[in-house]
T-cell receptor, first 114, second 115 residues
Framework: AQSVTQLGSHVSVSEGALVLLRCNYS??????LFWYVQYPNQGLQLLLK??????LVKGINGFEAEFKKSETSFHLTKPSAHMSDAAEYFC????????????FGTGTRLKVLA | DAGITQSPRYKITETGRQVTLMCHQT?????MFWYRQDLGHGLRLIYY???????DKGEVPDGYVVSRSKTENFPLTLESATRSQTSVYFC??????????????FGPGTRLTVL
């Protein structure tokens, strides 16, 4: 069965520092992976997604993620954190046939320190 | 472009009462989904719908009922609310849902408290 594990429910970084949010997946078939961001009191917004092809995926707001099949990982990074990046981040894998459903990780709350 | 909206945004109710959460999308997306978000669990799928009059259970369907008489609306009903249903509920839609790469678009959520 497919699953997603996000390591670290809370991550704090200083403004300008590297952001690294970890996501590992388990899938018996080639996975399709997504990162979503949730700002306070808002719905989820797609940051980026991996389908096929290039393993380094660039998303909005300067975020990117690299699909590493050998490590079953899809970590999210941003070279320089900004105060506006403070939010909760969810990794998800698309599963199923017919209707593709998401399996979400438990989320990582990012805090950016001035 | 309104996108996907949910109402109410906040709701307080009592145990045993019936509650209906509304979801409306203006994109004519075929697929719609209901999730609940709980601390430590992330988002879990309650029900989904592939088209009008076609619905199916997700991971945690017990205690919930859905209907979809029109493509743009997907109401979620708690027939007899329980405290364990206190949560934040998100509606989402996608163009097809039959493609594994299809993006789901989320509404702003409804925060439900059951006393």
């Amino acid at each position: 069965a497919q699953s997603v594990t996000q390591l670290g429910s809370h991550v704090s970084v200083s403004e300008g520092a590297l952001v690294l949010l970890r996501c590992n997946y388990s899938s018996s078939v080639p996975p399709y992976l997504f990162w979503y961001v949730q700002y306070p009191n808002q719905g989820l917004q797609l940051l980026l997604k991996y389908t096929t092809g290039a393993t380094l995926v660039k998303g909005i707001n300067g975020f990117e993620a690299e699909f590493k099949k050998s490590e079953t990982s899809f970590h999210l990074t941003k070279p320089s954190a900004h105060m506006s990046d403070a939010a909760e981040y969810f990794c998800a894998v698309s599963v199923g046939s017919g209707t593709y459903k998401y399996i979400f990780g438990t989320g990582t709350r990012l805090k950016v320190l001035a | 472009d309104a996108g996907i909206t949910q109402s109410p945004r906040y709701k307080i109710t009592e145990t045993g009462r019936q509650v209906t959460l509304m979801c409306h999308q203006t994109w004519s997306h075929s697929y719609m989904f209901w999730y609940r978000q709980d601390l430590g669990h992330g988002l879990r799928l309650i029900y989904y719908s592939a088209a009008a009059d076609i619905t199916d259970k997700g991971e945690v369907p017990d205690g919930y009922v859905v209907s979809r008489s029109k493509t743009e609306n997907f109401p979620l009903t708690l027939e007899s609310a329980t405290r364990s249903q206190t949560s934040v509920y998100f509606c989402a839609s996608s163009l097809s849902g039959g493609a594994s790469t299809d993006t789901q678009y989320f509404g702003p959520g409804t925060r439900l408290t059951v006393l």
